[in-house]
């Protein structure tokens, strides 16, 4: 077998989503032993920035957030 065929054969089994995957899993390791050394818990971003609003839904409400 050639260098060009294993080199293809690696590819087709998926080494390099492995490596990827790997990369990932060192970052969030490295994120997690981060927080614990700053004595920092996790961090949750508030709901209703994230909260999508439906137009019929939107009416409802004035630009400030209150309730017509």
């Given at each position: 077998?050639?260098?060009c065929?294993?080199?293809?054969?690696?590819?087709?089994?998926?080494?390099?989503?492995g490596?990827?995957?790997?990369?990932?899993?060192?970052?969030?390791?490295g994120?997690?032993?981060?927080?614990?050394r700053?004595?920092?818990?996790?961090?949750?971003?508030?709901?209703?920035?994230?909260?999508y609003?439906?137009?019929?839904?939107y009416?409802?409400y004035n630009?400030d957030g209150?309730?017509?």
């Open positions: 077998m050639g260098l065929e294993e080199a293809q054969e690696y590819v087709e089994i998926g080494v390099l989503n490596l990827f995957v790997l990369g990932r899993s060192i970052g969030f390791i994120h997690y032993l981060d927080q614990k700053l004595k920092q818990g996790l961090y949750r971003h508030p709901w209703d920035d994230i909260s609003v439906m137009p019929e839904k009416e409802a630009f209150a309730q017509q």
